[in-house]
C-alpha cells in the first residue's frame, strides 16, 4: 500500500520514513526511537510499518489497524 511506514537504518543513523518520500521524516539515536516513532505513524495513517535490520532485511511488520491484515494469523 502507497504511504507504508518504515524504520531503517542508513549512514550512521535510525530513519523513519513514510513509503514514496525521497527523504527519511524522522531521525533518531537508536532503533528503539525510530521504531516507537514508526508505530505512531502507522497508527495514525493505519498503514503497514516495515521494520528492518541493520543490513537492510525486513525484521518485523505490522499492519495498522490490526482488522486490516491480510494474514488471518495471531501476532
Known amino acids: 500500500m502507497k504511504g507504508d511506514v ?6 550512521g543513523q535510525w530513519k ?8 527519511a521524516s524522522h531521525t533518531h539515536d537508536t532503533k528503539e526511537e525510530a521504531v516507537a516513532k514508526g508505530r505512531e505513524m502507522a497508527i495514525e495513517r493505519g498503514v503497514e510499518h516495515f521494520i528492518r535490520n541493520m543490513d537492510g532485511t525486513i ?8 482488522s486490516r ?7
Open 69 to 75: 491484515d491480510p494474514r488471518n494469523i495471531p501476532g
Open 59 to 66: 525484521a518485523q511488520r505490522h499492519t495498522y489497524p490490526r
Open 6 to 11: 518504515e524504520s531503517y537504518y542508513e549512514a
Open 16 to 23: 523513519t520514513k513514510i513509503e514514496g518520500n525521497q527523504q
